[in-house]
């Protein structure tokens, strides 16, 4: 059984520590919305949902002090990260209960919201998983990158999500992780989530991927995405660029897994997405360990954009759409709105 | 001034460790052939001709202990490492000299021999620079891989070599080095390398190339090079093949720079080349960090085939062979044999 990404308690929050794993289980005691933003941005908690998650739960725990103390909340955690759309995308709900919510009932709701947030993401990626599991199924060896995981999300899942599902239907699925520098969330992460619910998994060096994927080991590359715009370009961790590259040259489906919440409409194409970039010392130091000195200059950006004619598909927890572009994507969010 | 790979000393062969570089200078003493393949099985001295003349010198070694020892050396020596043909290349030269050296001379004769490979190995790649540099000229955005500098060769590099002469000629060179998982020759050898001679350069993870390609940060790329096959197939660190792919795909030269030692004609493709597996605790444990745990499966290949087709040039000491196939590599080889 996977811990949680997040536990309230006592009028706390109480934040999965990701940097530690799969080392050390341990989590980190947020009592203020600055330290929930603080742990966001040194990524204790990280994947799209999960940030979005644990700010909605930043915004629960700043109402404690008041309504005032709610809206800076907002405006400090948007200040978090800027690529993942998941994050503004809760804040909006958080702000829609801020707006309306009685000053008595204020935290009561806010923190229903919160939980209503974090429930229903699992249920989204389940739903992922089911139809993901459709798509890909005949195929068992599956490339991913970084962590899309149960510890990316509220639970099970995006891309891993899909992989679990297609473990239960078919089994014998085998995982090739790439280890996805400078965080290592696919060796420290994903490989630990998978080999706990005993799915075959394999750790590789990032730069290992085209070689893998030569020798046939791969069937299918399955990613999540921090933001998806409207014509199908996909910002996610970096690296998924390259994969989409190799896997296009080696004619490997590229797959990308993702909630509805992750489209940004607003957004014509992954050009005007904005892109991370963090502190250089994360390249420089492994660990405990300084690999390089500081006078060594590094460049260090978190995300790159996968232009959409390199995606075979989008799975969403309402169905997939199939070489996304602009018409495909209105026609099948308008679809759902007709529901 | 770049500190010497190797030294020898009073009897004793004193290897660079380029394990602890760039955070420590310091020596490894060795004082038999024993020692020597250890530490060219560790890495303390890599890069395919830095392992030709560290082997070449670990048979003279043997010599003090008389033909013996040293035929015992040219058997153990081979076994160190399987890819890089340079150390076969090597340790057959140093065989011929054992074959037909008098008793009394045999010491002085393979010390002069390893003398001899160290210092012709330099002049070689500094016609490979000036044949790059000539090549590559009118681009100064160079992307590289690993390190096939000074410190991967008997001194001024393959690859790192065409970049020192073309930023001598013409400056402003600027360069992008992939960190290298999982040994990290990258960051830790070629940026220090490039920093100490004063040329720009930017240390990337693995998995950011495709990207910094995308945005156009890089004209070229050029990597050395472990063993051609007669067909121009080329065997280099692993992750070479997938640079490889993505400049193809970005439309960016694909540069290989290595001496005529390193071609093998014995094979006939690159599938023939025996690619070395390592332990995969360089992967799991960073420095004295340990990343993941033992139980979690890892896979460790050392190097990977890039196809010919995908390869713009090989440039060697004694000029540019321009998309390499078997017919125009042996035309040049037979070329040289007419001078």
Known sequence: ML??????????????DQRKIPMEISYLKCSNYQEVASAIEKMAIRGAPAIGIA??????????????????????LSRTRPTAVNLFWALDRMEKVLDHSEEMCLFRDLLAEADHIYKEDIEINMAIGQHGATLVQ???????????????????????????????DHGNVKVYACETRPVLQGS???????????IDVTVICDNMAALVMKLNYVEAVIV?????????????KVGTYGLAVLASFHKIPFLVASPISTFDMTLETGRDIPIEERDGNEIRIIGHNRVIPDLIRVYNPAFDVTP???ISAIITEKGCIFKPDSGKISTFLKSLKKE
């Open 138 to 168: 005949g195929r068992s060896l599956i490339m991913t990158h970084c962590n899309a995981g149960a510890l990316a999300t509220g639970g099970y899942g995006t891309a891993l999500g899909v992989i679990r599902k297609l473990q239960e």
């Open 188 to 198: 420290r992460l994903t490989s630990w989530e998978l080999q706990q619910d005993g």
């Open 224 to 236: 999540g995405a921090d933001r998806v715009a409207s014509n199908g370009d996909v910002a996610n």
């Open 308 to 310: 959409a004619h390199l």
């Open 3 to 16: 811990p949680e990404i997040v536990k309230w308690d006592n009028n706390n929050l109480f934040i999965l």
């Open 55 to 76: 700010a909605a739960y930043g915004v629960a725990l700043a109402s404690l002090q008041g309504r005032d103390s709610s809206k800076k909340a907002l405006e400090r």
